[in-house]
């Protein structure tokens, strides 16, 4: 068995101590999440409680530099009490953001999203394919869960509300989707009905492997400096998106929107 990685909180180091880190485990994560309506049983920021939990995970494995969480997404679920920025202000974030992890010599920075609206995530891969032909930056762009399993990127469903009830129950309340079967408009849930499925066991395990796999991910890069690995990831997550793009367009907030209202047109005929 190898050292304890050595990791810290930015906000917490001496330059010292950062530089210390830098020289040994040139590791820079960034958990990004969200301020988003996840229906009435869930918190608005439960996006970035996942991705700072994962990300606090995964670099006690690898070691690093954990940055504060970031909450502002782009194309965020469309209701009064989400924030989001335009996908171009995101986009111009992460050019800032990977412009001086890159200067300051960090040579691996992890975006580790809890939020993953499609295009959200375009906009993170479109940033970190500029950071690495800007800077040969080995800049990994990408929801943890999804190295896991497509389908844990649910939304306010049984996977996310696993997790919540893994990180925070205190902020999850079931009893307020009721016990009439669900409606998206009013209770955001899409995928597996949470109630009587979801579980502190089953999100406590989803966080533990999204870790292990997000960790092996950035070892693989830290120990091989191959970016190979990161151009057939975002080929293979641009695929992914492909359908939705040549549907719905690239804008982001027109997107969203006749995404989420193509979602509620197709309830309506279930609804009798």
Avoid: C
Avoid at 190 to 215: K, Q, W
């Amino acid at each position: 068995m190898g050292d304890t990685p050595v990791w810290g909180r930015y906000f917490e180091l001496r330059p010292a101590e950062l530089a210390a880190i830098r020289s040994k485990v040139p590791v820079a994560y960034l958990p990004w999440g969200a301020l988003e309506w996840h229906g009435p049983h869930l918190p608005l920021g439960l996006d970035g409680i996942v991705a700072e939990a994962v990300a606090s995970r995964a670099i006690r494995r690898t070691g690093g530099v954990l940055m504060p969480t970031t909450w502002w997404p782009a194309g965020a679920l469309p209701h009064p009490d989400s924030l989001s920025a335009a996908g171009a202000s995101l986009g111009g974030l992460l050019d800032g953001l990977f412009d001086q992890v890159a200067a300051a010599g960090w040579r691996v920075a992890v975006v580790a999203s809890g939020h993953y609206g499609h295009a959200h995530e375009l906009a993170m891969i479109d940033a970190a394919e500029r950071a690495i032909t800007r800077h040969g930056l080995l800049a990994l762009a990408v929801p943890p869960l999804a190295l896991v399993d497509e389908a844990m990127l649910d939304h306010a469903a049984l996977w996310e509300t696993s997790l919540a009830l893994a990180l925070r129950p205190d902020l999850v309340r079931l009893d307020a989707l009721g016990r009439e079967p669900l409606r998206l408009k009013t209770s955001s849930v899409i995928g597996r009905d949470p109630r009587d499925t979801a579980s502190a066991s089953l999100g406590t395990s989803a966080l533990n492997l999204a870790a292990e796999r997000l960790a092996a991910a950035v070892a693989e890069l830290r120990d091989t400096d191959d970016l190979a690995p990161l151009r057939a990831l975002y080929a293979q997550r641009r695929v992914r998106y492909q359908a939705f793009v040549e549907r719905f367009g690239s804008d982001v907030e027109q997107a969203t929107r006749a995404w989420w209202d193509d979602l509620l047109i197709q309830e309506k005929p279930a609804d009798g």
